[in-house]
């Protein structure tokens, strides 16, 4: 015979290789979740440089001069031609409806104005509400303008400089290509592993109290609450390590994203990582009591951790709540480690207290998931598994299933949570990083070798910029690289000796910008900053003893180029990061806290017997009504509140937001019907939220997403109803203007109450033989 195992460690850690092994949610979620996680952001990244936006042209000249300007605009590798029109009016519904992201008008007379040296105004307008989409845009439209009249001049006769300008010149010392799939993959993997790591050892732990037995749990580890815990996570902990690991290997062995740190450190900090989400979400289980509960807490603090981490929007600009809520994400400290070593490659010691706040955050963690089941287990004679509350069946009927699915709402602390209290927390968490919506006084070095007057005027003209702020004045740009390579400084501003000579002789000289691009949205706004400053002080200087009337001015910018570029940002024109990325993310988070707790409730309700056509239907209603006052929350009330734009019509908005609502519902009940567990929505909806974001074509622009790709992310209705609801209460389009999206999510509302039904009958009739 045999002899029994003896209690510790191993012991513990094989009873929960065996769980594992025999779970097929917990299987799909550690090891389907990542493969269809690097699957998807593989696929839409894909292109790693985003080309062919749209650009509508209004030519009102229809001249040569202006035909050689459209020329210049189509051969950006960035822009295309999407259409040509007559009017504005046209070309303002283009961009509305999403055939374009930027217009283009060239005024009547341009090339008589362009001959008689009037200098006639060229207007370029691009749609700033789609921010990634919109810098490429502007920066395209600018360099081919630009380049249109260079053209322009290059044959003219050239004409005597009274006094010379300055240009800035932007080298990129990080990421230099700016890469947005190198950036966004390097971080979007582990922040969705992380969300992951969350919910597996929620689902572990929590798991001890509704199917398994916490009892035997601590007796497998003879008492011990350190080897209850650490036998518990062991297994997990292996498989995240290894998957962490897998990561690097994929970005630079596949994708050719190089890693230039110490690989000590980061798989040290990789190994802190997993022990501090472990640790957190045992903790939060152990709080709770249940595990759907403690999964919507989970869920509830790594889902929007994207935000928190400092990566999209910079710590420095954030307001105090979502500064110091981050200082307790490890995702922060991880993060910080991670693009220090493999983007930057920084000596150990300036990674070190990242990594120590890492190390503090795992151990506070563990031992307070220590504490608490230590108490848990003393009280274990006095607890019971928490059961699901008795629910009379539904009525029949559309009424009888409508009441009853408010019944089960009422009744299911799980449920009401995600229904009612999630997307209330949510619309006041999820937007906190953002609220300062742009970036003001980013830190940046500045290297002096001219010494002069002109020079000191730059100084100080860079410092008194809104967006900058002069925190370090090196000897030598080697300095300066220190300054940034540690984080204290975004850009170094190098002035060439000779600077203000060049000048006076009406020399143009280049100031040179070293960047850190890094981080996209601080690159471009120091770029943007950085650029407008010199360019102001430029003006200045030509202007300097100049007539009232300007003449020396218009001479210089004459001689310069023959047009007057204007390039106007529309909808959201000041560029709020808020006004950008929170109305689409409230909407995906409306469908995902909907498909979780409408697919708990199916499951339930099915087990009562309710398969019939009226109950998914009456269930639909159910569901559109509990989250229509949460629909008008983010789409009315919390965008006037936090100050983003809202030009939409309110009927249209409801339009469009009911069929979203009946669409999510009924996908959650096709879906709903399978599930066995009520656990197992928050597991696989939640861990899949943040690749649906950047399917839809939002955040990352759909021209450069594959079109298989774009189709796949069409199963989610959230995909229609960002880019319909969004153009229409951000960008005041008509319903005529966005029908292609409306049509597609009554497509989904009609499939997917088709398959809820079917489901809903086969699960029914399966349940009733198995009864008989």
Request: aromatic content about 10%.
């Amino acid at each position: 015979m045999k002899p029994r195992a003896k209690p510790g460690f191993l012991l513990v850690a094989a009873r929960e290789w065996r769980w594992l092994l025999g779970d097929r949610v917990a299987l799909f979620l550690i090891f389907g979740v990542p493969l269809f996680t690097f699957v998807v952001l593989g696929a839409t990244f894909s292109n790693p440089v985003i080309r062919g936006l749209g650009v509508v042209v209004v030519d009102a000249d229809r001249s040569e001069t202006s035909r050689a300007l459209i020329e210049q605009v189509a051969a950006s590798p960035n822009l295309s031609i999407a259409a040509r029109t007559g009017d504005l009016a046209s070309a303002a519904s283009a961009i509305r409806s999403g055939d374009a992201i930027a217009a283009l008008f060239i005024p009547a007379n341009f090339e008589r104005d362009v001959k008689a040296e009037r200098r006639p105004q060229v207007a370029a307008f691009y749609n700033q509400q789609y921010l990634t989409a919109a810098g490429i845009a502007s920066a395209g439209l600018s360099a081919s303008l630009a380049a249109a009249a260079a053209s322009a001049t290059a044959h003219a006769a050239p004409k005597p400089a009274r006094v010379g300008s300055l240009v800035a010149e932007t080298i990129v010392l990080t990421n230099p290509q700016t890469n947005y799939a190198q950036f966004l993959l390097r971080t979007l993997l582990p922040t969705i592993i992380h969300v992951v790591i969350a919910l597996a050892g929620g689902y572990a732990v929590g798991s001890e109290f509704r199917r398994r037995s916490m009892r035997t749990w601590l007796a497998c580890a003879g008492g011990n609450p350190f080897i209850a815990l650490a036998g518990k996570l062991a297994p997990l902990f292996a498989i995240f390590f290894l998957i962490m690991l897998a990561v690097p290997l994929v970005l630079e062995g596949l994708l050719h994203i190089p890693f230039k740190g110490n690989v000590p450190m980061i798989v040290a900090a990789g190994s802190l990582f997993i022990i501090a989400y472990l640790a957190l979400t045992a903790l939060l289980q152990l709080l709770v009591g249940d595990l759907p509960s403690g999964l919507g807490l989970a869920g509830l603090i790594a889902s929007p951790a994207f935000g928190y981490a400092g990566v999209a929007f910079p710590t420095i600009a954030m307001n105090a709540f979502a500064y110091g809520w981050s200082a307790i994400l490890p995702l922060r400290w991880y993060m910080t480690v991670l693009l220090g070593q493999a983007a930057h490659g920084l000596p150990v010691s300036d990674s070190a207290p990242a990594f120590a706040a890492l190390a503090a955050l795992a151990v506070l963690y563990g031992v307070l998931a220590l504490l608490r089941l230590r108490a848990v287990g003393g009280r274990l004679s006095r607890r019971t598994p928490a059961e699901l509350p008795l629910l009379r069946p539904d009525r029949p009927g559309v009424a009888g299933a409508f009441a009853g699915e408010w019944q089960r709402l009422l009744a299911i602390r799980g449920a009401f949570i995600l229904l009612i209290a999630a997307p209330v927390i949510y619309g006041i968490y999820y937007p906190q990083p953002y609220l300062n919506q742009i970036l003001r006084k980013l830190p940046i070095a500045v290297v002096d070798a001219d010494q002069s007057e002109l020079s000191r005027r730059i100084v100080e003209t860079l410092d008194a910029s809104g967006t900058l702020s002069v925190v370090a004045r090196a000897r030598t740009l080697a300095d300066a690289r220190v300054v940034m390579d540690r984080g204290d400084a975004f850009a170094t501003v190098g002035i060439p000796p000779g600077t203000e000579r060049d000048v006076l002789k009406g020399i143009t000289s280049h100031i040179p910008i070293y960047a850190d691009a890094t981080y996209l949205f601080v690159f471009r706004s120091l770029s943007s900053g950085i650029g407008t400053a010199i360019n102001t002080l430029s003006l200045e200087i030509a202007a300097g003893g100049a007539r009232t009337d300007g003449s020396l001015v218009k001479a210089a910018l004459a001689g310069a180029s023959p047009s007057d570029v204007l390039l106007q940002p529309i909808f959201n024109p000041v560029g709020g990061y808020a006004s950008y990325i929170v109305p689409a993310a409230f909407l995906l988070i409306l469908q995902q806290t909907l498909l979780v707790g409408a697919a708990l409730l199916t499951s339930i309700a099915l087990a009562q017997g309710g398969g019939s056509f009226a109950s998914v239907l009456g269930r639909g209603i159910a569901h559109m009504s509990i989250y229509l006052p949460a629909l008008a929350l983010y789409l009315i009330v919390l965008p006037h509140i936090y100050g983003f734009s809202t030009l939409g019509d309110p009927l249209q908005l409801l339009a469009l937001g009911a069929v979203f609502l009946l669409a999510t519902s009924f996908m959650a009940q096709a879906v709903g019907a399978w599930f066995k567990r009520p656990e197992t929505p928050s597991l696989i909806f939640l861990a899949t939220s943040l690749p649906q974001f950047f399917l839809t074509g939002f955040a990352w622009p759909r021209e450069a997403i594959p079109q298989a790709v774009l189709d796949a992310g069409q199963v989610f209705p959230v995909d229609f109803a960002i880019n319909g609801i969004v153009r229409v209460n951000q960008l005041g389009a008509s319903l005529t203007e966005v029908a292609q999206y409306w049509r597609g999510l009554w497509f989904l509302a009609i499939v997917y109450f088709a398959l809820a039904v079917v489901s809903a009958h086969i699960v029914t009739q399966k349940r009733s033989h198995i009864d008989a």
